[in-house]
């Protein structure tokens, strides 16, 4: 792990985002909170929240940090029936917290995906990616489309 101890402490935030096209028939089916294993969105909402809290134990060599906020919104969009997931997280401390937006954009994804399976299996899990990050010695970013 690198070494972060003399490092100040700061407010640090990071947004990120993930998608997922689920198809017509899975798509209405969340919709209408019809699938087989419950209500996805907020089973969604949870796994993405509790895998952010959990990023250090899962990425090798990341600093395990306490978080002072974790949401997840996840959004659906009829016209490409996909289902659009924002992740932002925040701590006081001497490390950014980019890793535990992105893991927990990825695990509200992955979430989505073990839900809907029996509906359907070309489901596709894309654009995972840093959306901002504030604090700390590297400054600010926000992730420009092309």
């Known amino acids: 792990m690198v070494d972060v101890g003399d490092k100040e402490n700061s407010v640090r935030t990071a947004v990120a985002c993930a998608s997922i096209y689920l198809g017509e028939e899975a798509f209405y089916l969340v919709e209408a909170n019809k699938t087989k294993k419950g209500d996805v969105l907020s089973v969604a909402q ?45 701590t006081v401390g001497k490390t950014g917290v980019e890793m535990e937006a992105i893991t927990g954009a990825s695990m509200a994804a992955i979430t989505v995906y073990d839900m809907c399976k029996a509906v359907n299996r070309e489901m596709v899990i894309s654009n995972i990616r840093l959306l901002s990050k504030k604090g700390g010695k590297s400054g600010e970013y926000q992730f420009v489309p092309e």
Do not use: R, W
């Open 46 to 90: 949870l796994a993405g929240i509790m895998a952010a809290k959990k990023t250090g134990e899962l990425v090798p060599l990341c600093h395990n940090i306490g978080l002072s906020k974790v949401s997840v919104d996840l959004t659906l969009y009829k016209h490409n029936y996909s289902v659009y997931i924002e992740c932002e997280a925040k």
